[in-house]
């Protein structure tokens, strides 16, 4: 069933007439540009077209009861910082209600439904999705759409630190708010301007492939990268390597480890190739979108370190089968590669991909077809 007509018959069974407002907000992909947040460089997102709607109602109360279609559940609470839900999947509607108030905005007492199709813990934000639409919604029924939509992606950031224990960057929930069709957001994560460029590949699919592995972690390999990018800068007299270029690194090499300095490469050539996608989308040359995506793959599997043997195999197979462009997307150490293919190759590559893997490693990986699509929006 649609998962509106679903919401739609929950809502009315659930709480009867009339019915509420329904927004959505989405999910999203990082198209080039990894590891280059904390650095200072950027990053170019945009929302896809898999979404959590909700269907929401102000009751005149300081109550909010949920219910949630694909946990099958219900949560009810208050609004003060001790009514924090038992359930998980509630709290991060919670959180965006007490980070509206925190700020000085107004949140009453609603009922909602909502659903979505995001996969959950895929690497396609479904979190920043659930928060982004009750951030969206409750700034138009409860402040006349008052607050300025990056406030809105920060109330769903801060949802996640303050009430999740997840310490994420601004990317996803930017991206699930300013989303959209057909526009990817190239976002300067030092002065936090964005810019949006076109992307319309005709010809051409995204596709992720998931290899549903997410490889334990041993120490903090994401707080060494860190620290290697912090120390590189700091020998450069930098706040971040968002301004080094290749010579400067060159110029610095006795001085630092090896490490330091394939960590350094990949981050500098990653803000590089996030310009040159740009221009290169302004021209609609997808077959350098795609070099370039290829490049980043080697970049983190060789030099930034954060690829596994299921990645990078998921990559080959890309590369054999004449993909245009493949890399890993997300952090890395497991989660999916995200595919640029022409549509004449598109079902080879899938079915080389889920059969050569499942022969190697036991279990198919899941494919997400993704369209770039509008983000946080009223329906
Ligand atoms: P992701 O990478 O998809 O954001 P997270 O672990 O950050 O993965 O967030 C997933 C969590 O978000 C789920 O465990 C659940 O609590 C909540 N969530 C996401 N989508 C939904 C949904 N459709 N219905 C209920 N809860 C959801
Ligand atoms: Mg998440």
Redesign the pocket.
Known sequence: MKIETEIREQFKKTFGDPAGTMYASAGRINLIGEHTDYNGGFVFPGAIDKC?MAEIRPNGTDRVRLR?V??DDSAEFGLEESDKPEQ??AR?VFGVCREIIKRGGRVGGFDAV???N?????????????ESVFAFALNDLFNDGRIDPFELARIGQSTEHNYCG?NCGIM?QFASIFGRKNKLIRLDCRSMEHEYFPFEPEGYRLVLVDSVVKHELVGSPYNRRRESCERVAARLGLDCLRDAGYDDLERVRGDISDEDYSRAHFVIGEKQRVLDVCEALGRGDYETVGRCMYETHEGLSKEYEVSCEELDFLNDVARKEGVTGSRIMGGGFGGCTINLVKNELYDKFIDAAVSKFEARYGHKPKIYDVIISDGAHKC
């Open positions: 959590i949630s694909d946990m998980m999947w991060y909502f659903a979505g995001v996969p959950l813990g895929a690497g396609l934000s479904s979190s920043a999705a659930l997840v996803d």
